[in-house]
Nanobody, 126 residues
């Protein structure tokens, strides 16, 4: 069993920055794929970014490219989402997700992931 704990959400004004963290614990294999998703009220959950723990490859949704950066710590059990130049449309609950295998490309479907965090709210005001 794997547990994911997110932190770092909050409220900022347009143009501001936030950094989210997701710490994974439990029974994990060496190679895994971790991702951030977000879900705004009344909308479907959408993939934001992924990172492969093995080769460090990353993918981003077009809507966040150049503004968001995903990274992992040396132990490869914690991932971070640095969000810059935030916009009101970035407002959502952000979820960390984990898949116990390599990413193998851009995996942005919620069904690709087995484990999920509880979510952290990000609110961007204009």
């Amino acid at each position: 069993q794997v547990q994911l704990a997110e932190s770092g959400g909050g409220s900022v004004q347009t143009g501001g920055s936030l950094r989210l963290s997701c710490a994974a614990s439990g029974d994990m294999y060496a190679r895994k794929c971790m991702a951030w998703f977000r879900q705004a009220p009344g909308k479907e959950r959408e993939g934001v970014t992924t990172i492969d723990s093995g080769d460090g490859s990353t993918y981003y949704a077009d809507s966040v490219k150049g503004r968001f950066t995903i990274s992992q710590d040396n132990s490869k059990t914690t991932v971070y989402l640095q969000m810059n130049s935030l916009r009101p449309e970035d407002t959502a609950t952000y979820y960390c997700a984990l898949r116990l295998s390599r990413c193998d490309g851009y995996r942005n479907r919620p069904s690709d992931y087995t484990y999920w965090g509880q979510g952290t709210q990000v609110t961007v005001s204009s």
